[in-house]
């Protein structure tokens, strides 16, 4: 079992005016013991004992295969029989109760879950982008903090690298790549720029030929920039042509930013990085308080909201679900969870909800690690979007929220899975003692189109394939 040792300090917490809401969970076990509501676990693999960060599921002809990306580390490859720093985990998850070990890329070399690695990843069939090989599947990751390249998964138990779109970075983070056009914004360290990361934005229809577009950030961050540079990009989100918006959060635990962007300005206005040039495709943006990060600004949109249904006008929003990111251990910080945000009137977005699990519930600040969220599901797939959303909340497991009314969402059920012998401790220092606990901390959770909820483990537990059941299939309408 290893060790992680985190350090921490502690902020106050704000609420933006917001109504604090969660629901009070059924009866839990103890800490390190499955938990579950309406969730069952259907299938899981060990990831080779490897930290495990973003996850993303695709059908390629008949089969299902997931990716995972893990945080940096070292650990032994059974299927090479070697010592490889961690990369990306390739799985045939075609029959779910026995998902299948096909392939690990090896990662950046590093320690430390911030060090090295490969911990992003999206994935585009060549026969979606417009220029590539109509016959091939494409991987675009990240290189541990240093740079973005892409493989060939079209055999996903024999991937080849494509090519390097960058390199030389300082860190990178959640990519957004456009499936059906080729555009890809990489959340980058650029060489110059006065923040660890920026929009670095890319065509990559042709895989095999990245065409550079345009760097870009917030004003005062650029190179030769004035004023505080503040906080730099975690990551995107993009609606494509047809929405014609880019949804950008900066921020990961404090003084987060949302940002609204029109695509098409962003994509063929100025690309010189002056102040003027960054603000021309800037919708809006929303400034939190220093206790709230925005790493992730997913959109729900045309959201018809059952209530308003008599009213005779507004009763159709459009909200941005940001989910800011836990990052100390032991509850030594303000509070982190999900927000909702009114972005009907896009010049004016405002905030209307939250959500979180109650710390009572299971007395997770005495659990170890971390407790708030990390991570959303990030699937427009009709089986779940407008309906349910998936959150990672650290040491209690994955949690599915019905949003169906974002002005009150609820809590509807959960899955938490056991330690095993594999799982890390999370060590934190109390009055001059070290304190060391093996807890489970769910980094991500995604979908597939079937249905299926995947969650994986920062501290090394694995991937844990979920199915709903009892009365959660009826909020999500399966049978």
Same mark, same amino acid.
């Given at each position: 079992?290893?060790?992680?040792?985190?350090?921490?300090?502690?902020?106050?917490?704000?609420?933006?005016?917001?109504?604090?809401?969660?629901?009070?969970?059924?009866?839990?076990?103890?800490?390190?013991?499955?938990?579950?509501?309406?969730?069952?676990?259907?299938?899981?693999?060990?990831?080779?004992?490897?930290?495990?960060?973003?996850?993303?599921?695709?059908?390629?002809?008949?089969?299902?295969?997931?990716?995972?990306?893990?945080?940096?580390?070292?650990?032994?490859?059974?299927?090479?029989?070697?010592?490889?720093?961690?990369?990306?985990?390739?799985?045939?998850?075609?029959?779910?109760?026995?998902?299948?070990?096909?392939?690990?890329?090896?990662?950046?070399?590093?320690?430390?879950?911030?060090?090295?690695?490969?911990?992003?990843?999206?994935?585009?069939?060549?026969?979606?982008?417009?220029?590539?090989?109509?016959?091939?599947?494409?991987?675009?990751?990240?290189?541990?903090?240093?740079?973005?390249?892409?493989?060939?998964?079209?055999?996903?138990?024999?991937?080849?690298?494509?090519?390097?779109?960058?390199?030389?970075?300082?860190?990178?983070?959640?990519?957004?790549?456009?499936?059906?056009?080729?555009?890809?914004?990489?959340?980058?360290?650029?060489?110059?720029?006065?923040?660890?990361?920026?929009?670095?934005?890319?065509?990559?229809?042709?895989?095999?030929?990245?065409?550079?577009?345009?760097?870009?950030?917030?004003?005062?961050?650029?190179?030769?920039?004035?004023?505080?540079?503040?906080?730099?990009?975690?990551?995107?989100?993009?609606?494509?042509?047809?929405?014609?918006?880019?949804?950008?959060?900066?921020?990961?635990?404090?003084?987060?930013?949302?940002?609204?962007?029109?695509?098409?300005?962003?994509?063929?206005?100025?690309?010189?990085?002056?102040?003027?040039?960054?603000?021309?495709?800037?919708?809006?943006?929303?400034?939190?308080?220093?206790?709230?990060? #925005?790493?992730?600004? *997913?959109?729900?949109?045309?959201?018809?909201?059952?209530? &308003?249904?008599?009213?005779?006008? +507004? %009763? !159709? /929003?459009?909200?941005?679900?940001?989910?800011?990111?836990?990052?100390?251990?032991?509850?030594?910080?303000?509070?982190?969870?999900?927000?909702?945000?009114?972005?009907?009137?896009?010049?004016?977005?405002?905030?209307?909800?939250?959500?979180?699990?109650?710390?009572?519930?299971?007395?997770?600040?005495?659990?170890?690690?971390?407790?708030?969220?990390?991570? #959303?599901?990030?699937? *427009?797939?009709?089986?779940?979007?407008?309906?349910?959303? &998936?959150?990672?909340?650290?040491? +209690? %497991? !994955? /949690?599915?929220?019905?949003?169906?009314?974002?002005?009150?969402?609820?809590?509807?059920?959960?899955?938490?899975?056991?330690?095993?012998?594999?799982?890390?401790?999370?060590?934190?220092?109390?009055?001059?003692?070290?304190?060391?606990?093996?807890?489970?901390?769910?980094?991500?959770?995604?979908?597939?189109?079937?249905?299926?909820?995947?969650?994986?483990?920062?501290?090394?537990?694995?991937?844990?394939?979920?199915?709903?059941?009892?009365?959660?299939?009826?909020?999500?309408?399966?049978?």
């Amino acid at each position: 079992m290893r060790v992680v040792r985190v350090g921490v300090a502690t902020v106050g917490l704000a609420l933006l005016g917001f109504f604090l809401i969660g629901v009070t969970s059924a009866q839990q076990p103890g800490a390190g013991q499955e938990e579950k509501q309406n969730m069952e676990l259907v299938g899981y693999n060990d990831l080779q004992a490897r930290s495990a960060y973003q996850s993303s599921i695709k059908r390629h002809g008949d089969r299902w295969i997931a990716y995972v990306g893990h945080h940096g580390g070292t650990a032994l490859n059974p299927l090479t029989g070697r010592q490889e720093p961690n990369g990306t985990s390739i799985l045939d998850v075609t029959n779910p109760r026995q998902p299948r070990y096909l392939a690990h890329i090896p990662g950046e070399a590093g320690q430390g879950e911030e060090a090295g690695g490969s911990q992003m990843l999206r994935i585009c069939e060549g026969s979606q982008l417009p220029r590539a090989d109509k016959s091939k599947v494409y991987l675009l990751r990240t290189v541990g903090s240093t740079g973005q390249e892409i493989f060939d998964v079209t055999d996903p138990a024999n991937p080849a690298r494509v090519t390097v779109v960058a390199s030389g970075l300082r860190a990178t983070h959640e990519n957004w790549w456009e499936c059906d056009t080729g555009i890809a914004y990489l959340v980058s360290g650029a060489p110059g720029w006065r923040v660890d990361r920026i929009a670095q934005i890319y065509d990559l229809s042709d895989p095999a030929k990245p065409v550079f577009i345009r760097d870009f950030g917030l004003p005062g961050q650029q190179p030769g920039g004035q004023g505080p540079p503040l906080t730099g990009l975690h990551g995107a989100v993009s609606t494509g042509p047809n929405g014609n918006r880019v949804y950008l959060g900066y921020g990961r635990a404090g003084g987060g930013i949302i940002q609204v962007v029109d695509r098409d300005k962003l994509l063929n206005g100025p690309k010189e990085p002056t102040n003027q040039n960054l603000l021309y495709p800037q919708i809006s943006r929303m400034d939190l308080p220093p206790t709230i990060g #925005s790493p992730g600004a *997913f959109p729900v949109l045309g959201v018809t909201i059952p209530e &308003f249904g008599r009213m005779q006008a +507004a %009763g !159709v /929003r459009d909200f941005l679900v940001i989910t800011s990111e836990s990052s100390a251990d032991n509850c030594r910080e303000a509070r982190q969870m999900v927000w909702f945000v009114d972005i009907t009137t896009e010049s004016m977005p405002f905030g209307v909800s939250n959500w979180t699990v109650p710390e009572a519930s299971g007395s997770f600040c005495d659990r170890g690690g971390r407790f708030g969220t990390h991570s #959303s599901n990030e699937s *427009f797939a009709p089986i779940y979007y407008k309906k349910v959303m &998936f959150f990672a909340h650290y040491n +209690a %497991g !994955v /949690r599915a929220v019905d949003i169906r009314n974002p002005f009150s969402p609820k809590d509807i059920f959960f899955y938490n899975t056991a330690t095993t012998e594999k799982t890390d401790r999370r060590c934190v220092t109390v009055d001059g003692q070290e304190r060391c606990k093996p807890t489970i901390q769910t980094n991500n959770a995604e979908v597939d189109d079937r249905g299926y909820i995947y969650m994986v483990d920062r501290a090394r537990t694995g991937m844990h394939i979920l199915e709903l059941a009892g009365d959660a299939r009826k909020v999500a309408d399966l049978p």
